[in-house]
């Protein structure tokens, strides 16, 4: 027997008997990391009164295929003119859809499904097109495991994680066990950038850890070992939250370690990261 999303919220608290839509957000124009951090905002903006005769909605996020992944259940409390939402700084694309949409949408979250953020995944159908639907039967795929914090791995070039971030991944290795077996497969060449400064850092990983194996030594310290990071971090010890990490090419793990730090040498040289950055060498 085939489980339905509706069944497993109905556990939780899910009321289906008032007004309300389910929302399948996908968005080529971001990798699904940055999509995923700014969700909450981006589909409060609106071009169309889209959410204006519902009570709530039910939000997903586009996975491979007609996959989709659950985030949230939200209260519509209301609407006013997409020129009176707020544009913060640290997201730049918000001042695109203000000027996009014409609608934003006053949104509420409710704190008893937040358990299973990122832990449903469902079946959407063919329509994905159709992104906004009403409340219908949604065949639930998988429940992944608790404790489960970031999204399915997708592809290596296509995310950046926060220093929390990365701290929840080796927090529960069990529960993100498809990152843990993509990112100890390939060694390669990573960035760390200082959001607040734009400071940038470029390392490389080897060996048998991969490069899971090097940044369980970041989330363990912060600074992994780097005489730089580990200088700035004695002065200041909240340091590491500004850090977002990236990949910039992936390798074999069977790669000469000679050749890896040729590679990285070459990308320190082009981001300038021995000049002006966080690299000392």
């Not at 795929?141 to 404790?147: D, F, H, N, V």
Request: aromatic share 14%.
């Amino acid at each position: 027997m085939t489980l339905d999303v509706v069944d497993i919220l109905k556990l939780f608290g899910f009321d289906p008997t008032l007004r309300t839509k389910f929302v399948r957000h996908q968005d080529d124009r971001y990798p699904i990391r940055e999509f995923l951090h700014w969700l909450e905002l981006y589909q409060s903006y609106q071009s169309k009164p889209r959410f204006h005769d519902v009570v709530q909605i039910v939000s997903f996020y586009g996975l491979p295929g007609t996959r989709a992944g659950f985030y949230g259940v939200y209260r519509v409390l209301g609407h006013r003119p997409a020129r009176d939402g707020p544009t913060p700084e640290m997201c730049p694309s918000s001042q695109q859809w203000q000027g996009e949409c014409r609608y934003f949408y006053d949104l509420d979250l409710d704190p008893r499904f937040n358990e299973l953020r990122n832990r449903l995944i469902i079946d959407w159908g063919r329509g994905t097109r159709s992104w906004v639907q009403k409340l219908s039967s949604k065949p639930l795929l998988e429940i992944q495991e608790r404790g489960r914090r970031l999204p399915p791995f997708e592809d290596y070039l296509e995310f950046s994680l926060t220093y929390h971030e990365l701290r929840d991944l080796f927090g529960n290795e069990e529960a993100h066990r498809d990152w843990r077996a993509s990112l100890s497969a390939v060694a390669g060449i990573y960035l760390i950038l200082a959001e607040d400064s734009g400071d940038l850092y470029v390392g490389s990983a080897s060996g048998q850890g991969g490069i899971w194996g090097r940044w369980r030594e970041y989330a363990a310290s912060g600074h992994g070992g780097n005489a730089k990071l580990r200088e700035l971090i004695e002065q200041n010890p909240a340091y590491p939250a500004r850090f977002r990490f990236s990949l910039l090419q992936i390798l074999p793990k069977t790669m000469a370690v000679d050749e890896i730090r040729r590679r990285e040498g070459q990308y320190k040289v082009r981001f300038g990261t021995r000049a002006t950055g966080l690299n000392v060498n």
